[in-house]
Nanobody, 121 residues
Framework: QVQLVESGGGLVQPGGSLRLDCAAS????????MAWYHQAPGKQQRELVA????????NYDDSVKGRFTISRDNAKNTVYLQMNSLKPEDTAVYYC??????????????WGQGTQVTVSS
């Protein structure tokens, strides 16, 4: 059974850095696009932060360009989000997302459980 497991959230001061990891496991044949979303306090929708294709092409929301870097290790089925120069408005629950073909050949979209990032002095 395919699952995404995140790690790396926490409390950091403004201007600090954190790295989020998300590892996919369980009967995976192919992973297509991987992405990070966040859901800020009081907001009902998750918003896209960054995406990365299997070939390494990246795309970022304007609010994080120049501060966040998304990367992936295809051999480890893992996607990373390096977050630098963090701001209080980056405070949110961060979710990883991936399009995955499982061992049966079925394509589905999977979500991680979410990890809290809090930027505060």
């Amino acid at each position: 059974q395919v699952q995404l497991v995140e790690s790396g959230g926490g409390l950091v001061q403004p201007g600090g850095s954190l790295r989020l990891d998300c590892a996919a496991s369980g009967g995976i044949r192919v992973i297509d696009v991987m992405a990070w979303y966040h859901q800020a306090p009081g907001k009902q929708q998750r918003e896209l932060v960054a995406t990365i294709t299997s070939g390494g092409t990246t795309n970022y929301d304007d609010s994080v360009k120049g501060r966040f870097t998304i990367s992936r290790d295809n051999a480890k089925n893992t996607v990373y989000l390096q977050m630098n120069s963090l701001k209080p408005e980056d405070t949110a629950v961060y979710y990883c997302n991936a399009g995955i073909q499982d061992a049966s050949g079925k394509w589905s979209t999977y979500w991680g459980q979410g990890t809290q990032v809090t930027v505060s002095s």
